[in-house]
């Protein structure tokens, strides 16, 4: 089974093109896991009318806002824990429809040719970044310049990609070594966290170029930069006090 885990929070405008994209667009077998990270509009709304149109979307509801690191470790652990098999493959894209669902399948092209994981990368050929304003994209560039240096793998050059394919062998794998504790970052490090996770299994990585399309976002970025930077320090500082 391919699941595609969505972490929404307050995407009212946004989550029902996102589903829709997903059932209309993606050409293999899927379920949708969403989380409702806490949402204060009515998100959890949309999602219930789309359950009631399409099959196979699980609603996992968290009471207050967690943060992206705790809703993806919600939507993960439901999917584990559900006996995962090593042919299932878990799919994570942002639920602001920003992420175009239609690289979702050359994305299982790779997977089906032996790839472990895939990742819808800025920083290769013929990737595009639409309406993406000119700092975040500085930000991007430059996280990607640190953690080369900190966490180097020669696969490897988007490391904070959100929109990533894992096939399930790797992830058995890692959660039978690390259980709870496969993530335990709170915010936007979480997708740095797992990648570094993951790579100390050695799985075969592909990058896929994205198409990041900002201009169809509605509503604010969740991103709180300053915030972002305090966490990605201290994650680097903490990983290396622990393996040295």
Same mark, same amino acid.
């Given at each position: ?11 009212? &405008? ?5 589903? &829709?994209?997903i ?8 379920k949708?896991v ?18 009631q149109?399409? &099959? ?20 993960f652990?439901?999917?584990?824990k ?7 493959t ?19 092209? &790779?997977?089906?040719?032996?790839y472990?994981?895939v ?12 309406g993406?304003p ?55 490090v979480?997708q ?12 075969k990585?592909?990058?896929v ?6 201009f ?29």
């Amino acid at each position: 089974m391919n699941y595609f885990l969505l972490c929404a929070y307050n995407e009212s &405008k946004n989550i029902t093109e996102v589903i &829709k994209s997903i059932k209309e667009n993606f050409k293999h077998e899927n379920k949708i896991v969403i989380v409702n990270d806490g949402s204060s509009d009515d998100t959890e709304i949309q999602i219930r009318k789309c359950l009631q149109k399409y &099959k196979d979307i699980i609603l996992l509801t968290h009471k207050k806002n967690l943060g992206l690191g705790k809703a993806l470790k919600t939507g993960f652990m439901f999917i584990l824990k559900s006996r995962m098999k090593d042919e299932d493959t878990i799919i994570t894209l942002d639920a602001d429809n920003t992420h175009p669902v239609e690289i979702a399948n050359l994305m299982m092209e &790779k997977f089906l040719m032996g790839y472990d994981l895939v990742i819808a990368s800025r920083f290769v050929k013929n990737a595009k970044q639409q309406g993406v304003p000119f700092f975040r994209k500085l930000l991007s560039l430059m996280a990607r310049f640190i953690f080369k240096y900190f966490f180097y793998h020669p696969l490897v050059k988007d490391y904070t990609s959100g929109y990533r394919l894992y096939g399930g062998k790797i992830l058995n794998r890692a959660y039978a070594y690390y259980r709870e504790n496969l993530i335990k970052e709170k915010d936007f490090v979480v997708q740095l966290e797992i990648l570094i996770k993951l790579l100390k299994f050695k799985p075969k990585v592909y990058e896929v170029p994205i198409d990041i399309k900002y201009f169809l976002k509605y509503g604010k970025s969740k991103l709180k930069i300053v915030k972002n930077i305090i966490s990605y320090l201290n994650f680097i500082i903490t990983y290396f006090a622990k393996n040295l």
